[in-house]
């Protein structure tokens, strides 16, 4: 089964921007569907966006909709996220997820497949 790997995460000063990579380790993206999540500290895993496996179709939490942007290059097997005007608040580990149920994806489906994470900080 296809395996997401993340990175690209770091540290940032707030209003800043980082761009985020998922990239396919075992198998291809082309017909999976992804989403980013996050996890702060004593926090439970919260959305952030999802895109469909063509790209046609996005959906975002309300919380990074107009900053944040989730695209996807299936020639690179590679889905990213570009987040712009970061606060402190979306300090957190991001994850990257693939299934083949978009309503699993953007639901957060335990049953999707998950990367490890990588580690978003962003300074005040």
């Known amino acids: 089964h296809v395996q997401p790997v993340e990175s690209g995460g770091g540290l940032v000063q707030a209003g800043g921007s980082l761009r985020l990579s998922c990239a396919a380790s075992?198998?291809?993206?082309?017909?999976?569907?992804c989403g980013w999540f996050r996890q702060a500290p004593g926090k439970e895993r919260e959305f952030v966006a999802a895109?469909?496996?063509?790209?046609?179709?996005?959906t975002y939490a309300d919380s990074t909709k107009g900053r944040f942007t989730i695209s996807r290059d299936n020639t690179k097997n590679t889905v990213y996220l570009q987040m712009n005007s970061l606060k402190p608040e979306d300090t957190a580990v991001y994850y990257c997820?693939?299934?083949?149920?978009?309503?699993?994806?953007?639901?957060?489906?335990?049953?999707?497949?998950w990367g490890q994470g990588t580690q978003v900080t962003v300074s005040s």
């Open positions: 075992g198998g291809t993206f082309g017909s999976y569907h």
């Open positions: 997820a693939a299934g083949t149920t978009y309503s699993q994806i953007v639901a957060g489906d335990p049953d999707n497949y």
């Open positions: 895109i469909n496996w063509s790209g046609s179709l996005t």
